[in-house]
């Protein structure tokens, strides 16, 4: 079983569609959540860190649910801009191994 | 602010030749530093990490290898490539690990082609 795992998708969704994302994870000692963004062919940048009582910023609202190992993503009023792959990223405190999913391709389409 | 570096953008290079891979951050002092490959299609996968000047942990083991001369550089080598090495190659920087700070900003990558 991966550590982190994540539906490679593609999501294809029309603009102002809402879309969720899950990632599950197997270390249950792990103590740090993170959604990453990466267009094609470019760096992964930071998209929001995902707290236990779960965080919103704008369109995005993260989600962690310890008890099943999983975390979410759900983004609302999708828009052209938001089509990347989007990267699960999981690591214990204090240690510096950090695992990233697969990712997830969004296509939003006109 | 932090600005992270890192060159060539684009290599391609022969089976068996060498490699030296460079990436310097600005704007902050004892970095960790990382490595990690991304195979095409696939995730990251961490190379190597460094606390500090002249300390490099592996995370897996293969032809590579990794030095950090100076606090904010980070240079990643090889003797000799394979045709597995390619991939793109990234380097990470964070701030000392904590529950939510460790968050780690990446560098803009070197896609590496070996044929």
């Known amino acids: 079983r991966k550590e982190v795992e994540q539906d490679p998708g593609p999501f294809n969704v029309p603009e102002g569609a809402t879309v969720a994302f899950n990632c599950t994870y197997s270390?249950?000692?792990?103590?740090?959540f993170f959604w990453y963004r990466q267009d094609c062919r470019k760096e992964p940048k930071l998209l929001m860190s995902v707290y236990s009582s779960g965080n919103e910023d704008g369109r995005f609202t993260a989600q962690l649910n310890r008890a099943s190992q999983y975390i979410s993503l759900l983004i609302r009023d999708s828009k052209l801009s938001d089509s990347a792959t989007y990267l699960c990223?999981?690591?214990?405190?204090?240690?510096?191994?950090?695992?990233f999913g697969a990712g997830t391709r969004l296509f939003v389409k006109a | 602010s932090q600005t992270i570096h890192q060159w060539p953008a684009t290599l391609v290079q022969p089976v068996g030749s060498p490699l030296s891979l460079e990436c310097t951050v600005e704007?902050?002092?004892?970095?960790?530093l990382y490595w990690y490959r991304q195979a095409a299609g696939r995730g990251l996968q961490l190379l190597f990490y460094s606390v500090g000047i002249g300390q490099i942990s592996s995370e897996v083991p293969q032809n590579l290898s990794a030095s950090r001369p100076q606090d904010r550089q980070f240079i990643l080598s090889s003797k000799k490539l394979l045709l597995s090495d390619s991939g793109f190659y990234l380097c990470?920087?964070?701030?000392?690990?904590?529950?939510?700070?460790?968050?780690?900003?990446f560098g803009p990558g070197t896609r590496l082609t070996v044929l």
């Open positions: 270390n249950s000692a792990s103590q740090s």
């Open positions: 990470a920087w964070s701030v000392l690990p904590g529950r939510y700070t460790d968050t780690q900003y």
């Open positions: 990223v999981v690591k214990s405190t204090g240690g510096f191994k950090t695992i």
């Open positions: 704007g902050t002092s004892n970095p960790n």
